[in-house]
Structure formats: structure tokens, C-alpha cells
Nanobody
Framework: QVQLVESGGGLVQAGGSLRLSCAASGSIFSISAWAWYRQASGQQREWVAT???????NYEDSVKGRFTIYRDNAKNTVYLQMNSLKPEDTAVYYCAARLPGRSNFDYWGQGTQVTVSS
């Protein structure tokens, strides 16, 4: 089992920055990829970014060039640095972890709210 705890959300003005953290514990050696998802009010959860244990990253088109996903292995923490925030980035952001050979993510955090004011 893997436990994920997000933090770092809050209220920020458009154009501002936030850094989300996802602290992982448990059997994290078994994880092959980490991701951030988000869910705006009344909308479906959408994928934001992924990082593999090998360090490869991918981003959803609307956040490319603004968001950066990275890991600190010593701290067992995955981060999402969010710059140039827009009101449409407002959502609950979730951290997720995936086991090898799986297409879906297996473990999820509780989410952290990000609100971007115009």
C-alpha cells in the first residue's frame, strides 16, 4: 500500500505561482509513475502531468511551459510547480501513483484546493 498526502494549495491571483507537494509513504519502491490530476467544480477529473521513476515527464497541453512536475527521492515527495496561474486552473489537485504494468493509477491522495482569482 502507498499513502499520498497533498499540500500547498491555496488562493492566488492570476499570474501568480504555487507549489504543490505530495508526500508518499508505504511501499513506494513499487511505484513506476507519479501524476497530478485536477478536478474543477462540476467537471470530470483530468490529467495534468506525469513523471516516471526514470524521470520522464509529460504534460497536458494547457499547462505546458507553466507547470513542472519533479521528484525529491530523498524526501519521498513529488512536486508540481505552477507558474503563470490562470483562473481556469482553479480545481482540486490530486496526486496519484501507479504500479508497473498498469494503465490506471492505483493510489490517490485526498486532494488540495487551488483557487486562482482574476
Amino acid at each position: 500500500q502507498v499513502q499520498l498526502v497533498e499540500s500547498g494549495g491555496g488562493l492566488v491571483q492570476a499570474g501568480g505561482s504555487l507549489r504543490l507537494s505530495c508526500a508518499a509513504s508505504g511501499s513506494i519502491f513499487s511505484i513506476s509513475a507519479w501524476a497530478w490530476y485536477r478536478q474543477a467544480s462540476g467537471q470530470q477529473r483530468e490529467w495534468v502531468a506525469t513523471i516516471t521513476t526514470g524521470g520522464s515527464t509529460n504534460y497536458e497541453d494547457s499547462v505546458k511551459g507553466r507547470f513542472t512536475i519533479y521528484r525529491d527521492n530523498a524526501k519521498n515527495t513529488v512536486y508540481l510547480q505552477m507558474n503563470s496561474l490562470k483562473p481556469e486552473d482553479t480545481a482540486v489537485y490530486y496526486c496519484a501513483a501507479r504500479l508497473p504494468g498498469r494503465s490506471n493509477f492505483d493510489y490517490w491522495g485526498q486532494g488540495t484546493q487551488v483557487t486562482v482569482s482574476s
